[in-house]
């Protein structure tokens, strides 16, 4: 039997201690080629790059894993690893791991999710993995075990057709975590704060700042079973039709 | 009665003709502000600007509308908008018209939707337009009378909580458009290509190309009434939950 091939990406750059943890968890399990952004992209969203060319430079030629360091954005990382430098699909893609939660509305904004969905969107079974902890020195460690276990069981059963999984991971030590629970998006959103300051000529500026605001406390969702510290398992799709809505909108009248 | 107040947003920049006509479309429905970005941000997805602050310009300050141009992306335009320019909260966010399709899987990358999606997430009834003209000089007018008609539909009947609208217009004539149809993303996907260079020095780049490929033709989907001459109208949600996929990937077992 061949080695599976696992794709390693992210989104805060091909040296984070994030990328680095999840290539050393990989790599016992399959033939591990990493293709990941050259300087952190956090918050890309699902952007690509089409205005610029792209660079790659290959890292490390003598040992494994095969790396490769891309000027683009995580879903460039995809789309150039999978079309250009791997010679057949991966068995896998993960994303991650991400130095900071991409739970609930967070999923929208986070590049470490664009890598996983667009995966998805090429039919290739794909996880995102984020840590609930910012720091350059986050433990990644801990969550080691369910990290592979996730990858093993996606591996093993594939991931249903137009999916890919958003796997959150709360930032406790290992006999703290209580397991895995599978779950929705929370209903959440960013209030942002401008704070606006002026640069030493007089112009004014303003940084992006903003508080997370959770409108539910559902047992379903990820938000709740993360505050239970469990690792939260949520299905993601990039069919963004709200289906449920069609009728209503089709009742309105656009000749008036 | 006040007026109600419009936000107009894009993604191809404060200066493309697209934006321009959907100013004057709708400057007769009610107090409209804009706030844009100031260069191209095509395909930046759901970005947001972090890492570096934010700068707004004022635009024409002798006469309506009020404009701005602001140094980030659409998502950052709409934020900025309603957390810091606006005095009160707009009756209607209008995004676009961008220069080239966003139907079926672009709605993921596009700048132009992203914008009407932060919106959703705002609870602002929120539109994003799209012409099927890529070009500068594209005609945004003959479709004039139907982006009015969805615009008023939307002010007279809001929208249901979290979704936005993602509106894509045939490139034809005025009496060659055969009205609106809402309908659903199709499926489809981008085969990528990288166009394979070297630089003056020898250094290989790539650029990102790609083809479109359409996996239906089903009469409920957009790119199918956009063949037949229909202005498609999809609405757009941002719980990415693939909810029915939760019961399968909650029979696995991750002790294992």
């Known amino acids: 039997m061949t080695k599976p091939v696992i794709l390693v990406t992210n989104d805060d750059g091909i040296m984070a201690p994030g990328i680095r943890n999840l290539i050393h968890f990989m790599m016992p399990l399959g033939e591990v080629v990493v293709v990941a952004p050259d300087k952190p992209q956090s918050g ?35 789309k150039i690893a999978v079309n250009k430098i791997l010679k057949r699909k991966p068995d896998l893609i993960v994303s991650g791991i991400n130095h900071g939660s991409n739970s609930s509305i967070n999923v929208i904004y986070s590049g470490t999710m664009s890598a996983a969905i667009e995966g998805a969107m090429e039919n290739i079974p794909s996880i995102g993995f984020s840590l609930l902890d910012f720091s350059f020195d986050a433990d990644f460690v801990s969550a080691k075990k369910y990290v592979i276990s996730i990858a093993k069981n996606v591996l093993k059963h594939g991931l249903p057709k137009g999916t890919c999984l958003n796997v959150n991971i709360p930032a406790v030590k290992e006999n703290e975590l209580k397991g895995v629970k599978v779950c929705r998006q929370a209903r959440a ?7 606006h300051r002026q640069d030493p000529s007089g112009k004014d500026y303003y940084w992006l700042t903003g508080e997370f605001k959770l409108h539910e406390n559902n047992n379903e969702t990820d938000e709740w079973a993360l505050s239970k510290n469990y690792i939260s398992v949520v299905p993601v799709q990039f069919d963004f039709t709200a289906h449920k809505v069609i009728p209503e909108i089709k009742s309105w009248n656009f000749n008036a």
């Open 189 to 195: 959103n960013w209030e942002e704060n401008f704070d």
């Open 44 to 78: 890309t969203g699902h952007a690509v790059t089409t205005s610029n060319p792209l660079r790659l430079e290959r890292i490390l030629k003598d040992y494994p894993p095969l790396e490769y360091s891309c000027s683009g954005t995580p879903v460039d990382c995809v």
